[in-house]
């Protein structure tokens, strides 16, 4: 135990420096008016970055909705049409989540190249992030009319003026090279760079453009090559970053280019991934409390008539509503309470784990809706218990999700977690405990309900409860179970049938090993 | 000019070792994982700032919602009473925003004292949040049921809730020292600023638990004290505070007690009320997307009907919606952009500045409904005339405001600046230029529809479009005014009379005279 907390230790000093390397740098980036080039209209773009993610996160969630607004009324006979009505408004959701976080990437990527910027360039910005804001719309449009014409043309118009912007904001930057990244600054084939950037940028205008062509004689070529431009280069660089890891093959030179690679690998800002996560959990914990707000204000008038005056017997009938929002509240709010303590312990962010983390926010934007259902329907009718294992599915997959972000960090490169999460780590069993919470108690409830159809909503509204203060004693109960484990082990090799729900069982081997 | 350089680098020369100190000092509370105490469960609080700030700006424009779902349909005799319930839903719209803000501040306040947080206070901080996301609407149920006691009820508990949450984050930082401000943790009487500051947020429960007695028999009382609650502490501080700077009075002892004092002076955390604001921003510039994203998909059964399959005509009556996202995406985002040139020379914000900002984004959040109402009446009518008025007033008070907080950075103390744009810095006059090409603009725009009252559409339209360009060519424009100014000045001390629209007059006297 002893030997354990001098690795760490060491682990620690190791790293000491070369994490203030970074602080320090963040720093003379952010020295405000240019302290550095004594160009007085260089700014550091943190700012820009964080309104650019707000905006982003808002228009990722914005699809949700009109899914959130489709009334489902208790009635088998309509259900069959509403269920594909919302069926295809879910995908559409789903479809323009990824899209929107598919241009959050390459504008990552962009602003990982050019890391200071002046008025030109933030003007220019904002006239992409207006463009993005209305890819949702255009590509609903198509979604709803894939046969016109008009719905391609749109969506397609927005990606091309999106990368043209995009470019003529790399010619800017490479014309001005102190507003680059100091690694391209001082590299020698400055102009290999701009042209590897150029050529990857412009690619999905020109495939875009193809696509338009496509759409006036043979449409669904154009749905392909739009696939192509948005998917593509993700999926043939994971398959190929996940043959050569099967393959144990060593990466050809990781350092020649590091921007714009599309490896599993390439550095993500750590930064602009929370502040995205950030926008997002808020706008998803929010989401009921605005319909709430414009809906739920009962009409003085109607009060008087319907309910003889009594404001109390008016507010019942949305009572709903409110317990809805409560728990949508608490449960959006404790997913980011863990993500939020996931994320205090990576030190380094990879494309997969944002791609990772990106799942998880789509999962966590249905959880309102989820929620919503839960509390709309008639007790122990049929729709009640399928709401309520819907949302036990949502939150187990977000929580999911976010535990492949931990185990990606884990498995992937050694420096991407801090020293205290890691394998035998001295909080490695309670970030565990924390991540793995949700998905076993959602697990949990899914199998109780399927078992206890009839108590169904009295065990959802017990584990909303209770999850809550289960995260208050986290720490006590992990630190109970490390002990019933260690008294299990150490004094006789018995039988590992008991292992605590909420522990790795990983940890107290190398534990004893040390 | 020389010598006026020489000055500004010495000015920087002094200030960099503290600017410096400041980062370090906030490196220091960025260190993830305890690296200070060695306590493993301590955080840095700020992404947990971050997302607080995200929900709280969410919620203080959510009020906005209801105004803008308000259809006003172009009819004189419905005019009268759509006008009065506009102008309460605009009314309760301001007063949640201010409310919002002044829960905000009370934030702010908060964790400027505990600056470190571990999972408990993070978890208490999630359930205030929960119950300020729910003030508007407590407070809107308030406001239309006024001789109801259920809605003062409902928004006095949820006050007394958050006041009582306030105190045990404050008891329970004060029980671990090590999470609180490094001034009040050397600080030899920890005690008396303990009980100094629990006495301040405690004050608000108990006039709330009062407010709620006198609801039962005499509610005018509730609604005073409430008043008293929300607004007095500012108001009589301010007032002092204007007294004493009549007087020319010294203010006693500043340092003894910097926080929770009410000052106008009083620091407020910089990084927050830029994070807030960019919520804001965001939030408004999306507004209106929001809207077509959910109500403009045209149904496809609708369009075979009624428009022969014509997706372009079908799409043609929502034109005006269109041109409305635009138009007040780009105002609301060059509003951004002053706004983030303005804070970028900011170094230290005060409560004074912090409630002009306030002031201005109440306004901002206006700005797309007034842009909706402009593209949504038939050319020349009254009506249209009317709101492109109303959106120029917006404008100007939107940006009138962000130069008053410009104003009060000059005019309060000389560190609240950076030295490039205080007097005779050498961004002073471009500085004033970006602060008032809008105000300017918009004041032109009014009088110029008042007089030309048939050409005001097109005028607006000219005005929007000229703007993002005037912005881009700004520093030339400036560039040229000083040039003539000096050319005006220098060989022959003529008269002042046409000083350029967009310079400061002071600034070139300031430069004769260095």
Request: proline content about 5%; glycine content about 4%.
């Amino acid at each position: 135990m002893g030997e354990n907390e001098v690795e760490i230790v060491e682990h620690h000093v190791e790293e000491e420096p070369e994490r203030n390397g970074t602080r320090t740098h963040s720093f003379l980036e952010s020295l405000t008016p240019s302290d550095r080039e004594g160009n007085s209209s260089t700014q550091s773009s943190h700012r820009l970055l964080a309104y650019s993610d707000a905006l982003i996160s808002i228009i990722a969630t914005v699809m949700i909705l009109p899914v959130a607004h489709t009334k489902i009324e208790d009635d088998e006979e309509l259900k069959e049409s509403l269920q594909n009505l919302l069926a295809t408004k879910i995908a559409v959701y789903l479809m323009t989540f990824l899209i929107v976080t598919v241009a959050w990437a390459a504008h990552i990527r962009l602003f990982q190249v050019i890391e200071r910027i002046d008025d030109c360039l933030a003007l220019l910005n904002l006239a992409c992030m207006m463009l993005i804001t209305f890819l949702p719309y255009t590509f609903s449009l198509m979604a709803t009319f894939p046969e016109n014409i008009l719905g391609i043309l749109l969506f397609c118009s927005c990606v091309i003026v999106i990368g043209l912007i995009q470019a003529i904001i790399v010619t800017y930057g490479f014309s001005r090279p102190f507003l680059l990244n100091d690694q391209i600054q001082t590299s020698e084939n400055q102009g290999y760079y701009k042209w590897h950037i150029l050529k990857v940028i412009l690619r999905v205008p020109i495939l875009c453009f193809v696509a338009i062509i496509f759409s006036f004689f043979f449409s669904p070529m154009s749905y392909v090559l739009l696939a192509i431009v948005i998917f593509l280069p993700y999926i043939s660089q994971s398959v190929k970053w996940c043959y050569r890891k099967a393959k144990g093959q060593v990466e050809e030179s990781p350092d020649s280019m590091l921007f714009y690679s599309f490896h599993p690998n390439e550095p993500l800002s750590k930064e602009r991934v929370e502040a995205f996560s950030d926008g997002v959990y808020a706008i998803v914990a929010t989401l009921l409390i605005l319909d709430i707000c414009e809906d739920n204000v009962p009409d003085p008038r109607e009060v008087q008539e319907k309910f003889g005056g009594s404001l109390i017997e008016a507010l019942q009938g949305f009572g709903p509503e409110f317990l809805a929002y409560f728990g949508s509240f608490a449960t959006v709010g404790l997913l980011w309470f863990v993500h939020h303590s996931l994320f205090l312990h990576v030190t380094k962010t990879s494309r997969l784990m944002g791609l990772l983390n990106t799942f998880s926010l789509a999962f966590v934007g249905g959880l309102p809706l989820a929620y919503q259902l839960t509390h709309e329907f008639p007790r122990n009718s049929r729709n009640e218990l399928e709401a309520i294992q819907i949302s036990c599915v949502i939150i187990f997959f977000a929580g999911i999700f976010q535990m492949a972000i931990w185990v990606a960090a884990l498995f992937g490169e050694r420096r991407a977690l801090h020293p205290y999460v890691r394998y035998a780590g001295r909080d490695h069993a309670f970030m565990f405990a924390k991540l793995a919470l949700y998905p076993s108690v959602a697990l949990g409830t899914f199998l109780l309900t399927c078992a206890l159809s009839q108590f169904s909503a009295p065990i959802f509204h017990v584990m909303e409860v209770t999850v809550p203060f289960a995260f208050l004693l986290l720490r006590l109960l992990v630190r109970v179970g490390l002990t019933l484990l260690r008294l299990v082990f150490s004094p006789a090799k018995q039988s590992a049938s008991d292992v605590p729900e909420y522990e790795d069982p990983r940890l107290p081997f190398t534990e004893m090993v040390n």
